[in-house]
């Protein structure tokens, strides 16, 4: 059974700082894109970065270039979001995906999503 979690989540006040983590199980996704995408209760899930299979290629939503990083560790399975200088709009959850068939920036390409993680940033 393919599975991705997302761990690091939590309640951090603005400015801090949060690393998310997404392991994959039940096959590799070293041969695959990898985003990051977040939903506020009502509104529509959106794209935050990406990565490309080997980690060369990076790619952010306005919102995140400057202050968030997202990475790789093929060996461990693994994708990461670390999440800088966060604000309060940054609140929401936090969904990793694997897999997308066509544009890494649409939601409704990804093959495998993961549960999400909370993300509470207060003022």
């Known amino acids: 059974q393919v599975q991705l979690v997302e761990s690091g989540g939590g309640l951090v006040q603005a400015g801090g700082s949060l690393r998310l983590s997404c392991a994959a199980s039940?096959?590799?996704?070293?041969?695959?894109?990898m985003g990051w995408f977040r939903q506020v209760a009502g509104k529509e899930r959106e794209f935050v970065a990406a990565i490309s299979w080997s980690g060369g290629s990076t790619y952010y939503a306005d919102s995140a270039k400057g202050r968030f990083t997202i990475s790789r560790d093929n060996a461990k399975n693994t994708a990461y979001l670390q999440m800088n200088s966060l604000k309060p709009e940054d609140t929401a959850v936090y969904y990793c995906a694997a897999e997308p068939r066509g544009g890494r920036y649409d939601m409704r390409e990804y093959n495998y999503w993961g549960q999400g993680t909370q993300v509470t940033v207060s003022s």
């Open positions: 039940g096959r590799t996704f070293s041969s695959t894109a």
